[in-house]
Structure formats: C-alpha cells, structure tokens
C-alpha cells in the first residue's frame, strides 16, 4: 500500500525537497546580489524567497530580477541585499 491520500499530498508539498537550484554570488561589497539558476520556474522563486527570508530585514532583501536564459534556457533569479553600517 504505497498510495498516498490526495490531502496529504496537498498539505506536504510546501516541505517536498527542492529541485536542483544552484545559488551564486554574482557581486559583493555594500551590495549583495545573489542568482538563483534551476530548470523549474517556481522551485527557482521558491530558493530565492527561502533564502531571502534568512536575511536581517534591515539589509532590504528583494528579488530585483527574473528572466529565463535564452542561452541555457535555466530561469534566473536575481536578489540583491545591502550591508548594514
């Protein structure tokens, strides 16, 4: 008996592990700017909002940039955050 009630999975997706997202900084100093790279669109947005609700609401964390690679065709994501003084 392996199958699942549709409710559980409903209410277990949000803590379903992610899919392959990779997180680079991209430039450093005052600004921070990090870019999230994945092939799924929402699991991509859903990496930048976790990681971004890991930074001090002072530095400003927002996501400041979504495109899609036309080169590699990966979503991006880009979120920049300021040092504080």
């Known amino acids: 008996m392996n199958a699942i009630h549709p409710a559980?999975?409903?209410?277990?997706?949000?803590?379903?592990?992610?899919?392959d997202v990779t997180c680079k900084v991209v430039r450093s100093g005052r600004i921070h700017e990090l870019?999230?790279?994945?092939?799924?669109?929402?699991?991509?947005?859903r990496a930048a909002n976790v990681r971004m609700s890991q930074i001090d609401p002072y530095r400003s964390p927002a996501v400041v940039a979504q495109r899609k690679d036309v080169a590699t065709g990966e979503y991006?994501?880009?979120?920049?955050?300021y040092t504080v003084d």
Request: overall charge neutral.
């Open 8 to 19: 559980f999975v409903t209410a277990l997706r949000p803590f379903a592990p992610l899919p």
């Open 35 to 45: 870019e999230f790279r994945g092939d799924d669109r929402d699991a991509t947005y």
């Open 76 to 81: 991006v994501v880009l979120v920049r955050y």
